[in-house]
């Protein structure tokens, strides 16, 4: 392997919140426009919740893509939340503001 960053997404089901999608792997400029999209499709369907408790890396991409996952879920009155944060991403979304707006359940 060259060092290539790695992010891993799983989608199912989850009766308390709805499509559950896991983001295992490196959350950085690199990856997250592809958990963007998922995320940002699976809204026009469903409430989503996505799992970072597999998150190896969490910065600015990171909190730059659930802002934007956020406003567009309030735009389409569908719920989002996240969970399984780790410290470093709860550092990165208390610094942001972000562990104020987003529904951290």
Do not use: K, N
Request: charged share 15%; aromatic share 4%; proline share 3%.
């Amino acid at each position: 392997m060259d060092g290539a960053v790695v992010l891993t997404i799983r989608r199912r089901w989850d009766p308390l919140y709805g499509l559950m999608v896991e983001a295992d792997g490196a959350l950085d400029a690199d990856t997250c426009p592809v958990l963007q999209a998922t995320l940002l499709t699976a809204l026009t369907e469903t409430a989503v919740c996505c799992d970072l408790g597999g998150a190896s890396v969490f910065g600015a991409a990171a909190a730059d893509t659930l802002a934007v996952v956020h406003l567009h879920a309030a735009y389409l009155r569908q719920p989002f939340s996240i969970r399984e944060i780790s410290d470093l991403a709860a550092s990165v979304l208390r610094i942001t503001g972000l562990d104020a707006i987003l529904t951290i359940v």
